[in-house]
């Protein structure tokens, strides 16, 4: 039996790591922090995009995960990857693989923080290591390199990013953007909510919708609009622009991307697209599960499912987490207001709002939006220094 007590943080995303810098300083010796993540590397979503087409990235989005690169040299604190949860008990989980001679792991509080799942190469595969994650990217750049024709399926913000990041890595190619969608991105109107458990997805300004519309064809984007695409299969005679019998559009490519929007990941399945209800302290709202807080992409807390809102909530439950501890009353969480939808076309062209108190929302100026994030994508800014270790993370500089 262990001499503390255990907080389990199920997943390593952006809100389980943010959650666990906020609670490491924060707990009595008397608690532990255990990180539990099916992957023993971590990975930057933000920038895999740009890994998967520019050769060089994809040693610039991965980072071991482990106690060393997580917490402090003689911290109690553990990193326990890879490995997965099969099971959620009211004070326990229970591991795939033993921990402490038990896959049974009790614990006083657990967070569920496992993320969104999205396909290659937006994220890992299930199962991944960090060598076959960075040698599917490679083969992503070597079909893209390969390829003339390119069709990007779907106008959301990792479709219209991706179609930026070819287009900037190779001029020549003949890329498409394809859309059942009326508009690039969401500019509304707002869906209303099926019920107050509720996630309904925000809009962006429609200033933002009509700069991207302008800037992809001024880039030698091709963008279709309020089109289902129809790709036909290998060896088809169809010709490009034709109608199909289905009355879907036909565009004959040899290298095609469908737009890889998130779904949550794990988690006990009660709000509407599987997401997990919590509360306004961001509990789990379940007579079963009393001891959970869930948050980031997998919970139905209110507002965009990026990494800037996962990390908000992470550090959101945190102080609530202490509480628990220390036996006091918990703090209502409600989401900072600051908020960027900054979208690179490749390093040199970026569009992007930003939502700030009491000034509001407006529009973000291309130079602003290249140093902010066309650059770099926050790796050295933002993702690099949540490793916390005494193991240093580092990663190669961009070309």
């Known amino acids: 039996m262990s001499e503390y007590q255990n907080i389990v943080v199920i997943g390593a995303s952006q809100a389980g790591h943010s959650l666990v810098n906020a609670l ?4 009595p010796t008397t608690h532990r922090i255990l990180l539990v993540d099916a992957l023993d590397f971590a990975f930057w979503p933000i920038a895999s995009l740009r890994a998967a087409v520019v050769p060089g990235w994809e040693k610039r989005v991965t980072a071991p995960l482990n106690t060393s690169t997580v917490f402090d040299a003689g911290s109690a604190h553990q990193v326990i990857a890879p490995n997965k949860v099969v099971e959620l008990r009211e004070s326990s989980i229970v591991l795939e693989k033993p921990f402490e001679g038990s896959t049974e792991l009790p614990f006083f509080r657990c967070v569920i923080a496992t993320g969104a799942s999205q396909p290659a190469p937006m994220r890992p595969a299930e199962g991944a290591t960090e060598e076959s994650y960075r ?3 490679v083969k992503s750049q070597e079909e893209i390199a390969k390829a003339t024709k390119v069709v990007v399926i779907g106008s959301g913000a990792v479709g219209v990013e991706m ?15 394809v859309s059942a969608s009326p508009h690039v991105l969401n500019p509304g109107p707002v869906e209303p909510a099926k019920d107050k458990d509720s ?7 429609p200033k933002l919708s009509s700069a991207l519309e302008a800037a992809i064809p001024a880039l030698g984007i091709d963008l279709i609009l309020n089109e289902r695409v129809v790709v036909p299969s290998s060896g088809a005679a169809v010709a490009e622009g034709e109608k199909d019998r289905r009355g879907g559009l036909c565009v004959c490519v040899d290298w095609k991307q469908a737009e890889l929007g998130n779904r949550a990941e794990g988690g006990p399945r009660s709000g509407e697209g599987g997401l997990v209800v919590v509360d306004e302290f961001l509990r789990v709202r379940s007579d079963k599960l009393k001891n959970y807080y869930a948050v980031g992409d997998v919970s139905n807390t209110p507002g965009w499912k990026t990494v800037q809102g996962a990390k908000y909530d992470g550090e ?3 102080p609530n987490i202490v509480a628990d501890v220390k036996g006091q009353s918990g703090k209502k969480y409600v ?3 600051a908020h960027g939808m900054i979208i690179p076309l490749g390093p040199k062209e970026v569009r992007g709002h930003l939502t700030l108190p009491v000034v509001g929302t407006w529009m973000l100026p291309n130079a ?9 994508l926050f790796v050295e800014d933002s993702w690099l220094p949540r490793f916390k270790g ?3 993370v580092a990663v190669p500089a961009p070309a």
Do not use: C, D, F
């Open 199 to 205: 996630w309904v997805s925000p809009t962006v300004l």
């Open 135 to 137: 040698a599917e990217l």
């Open 368 to 376: 602003m939006g290249k140093a902010v994030k066309g650059t770099k």
């Open 390 to 392: 005494a193991e240093k």
């Open 316 to 318: 959101g439950a945190a």
């Open 335 to 337: 989401r900072p207001t």
């Open 24 to 27: 490491a300083p924060n707990l």
């Open 163 to 177: 179609a930026g990041e070819i287009k900037s890595a190779h001029p020549s190619k003949s890329i498409t953007i």
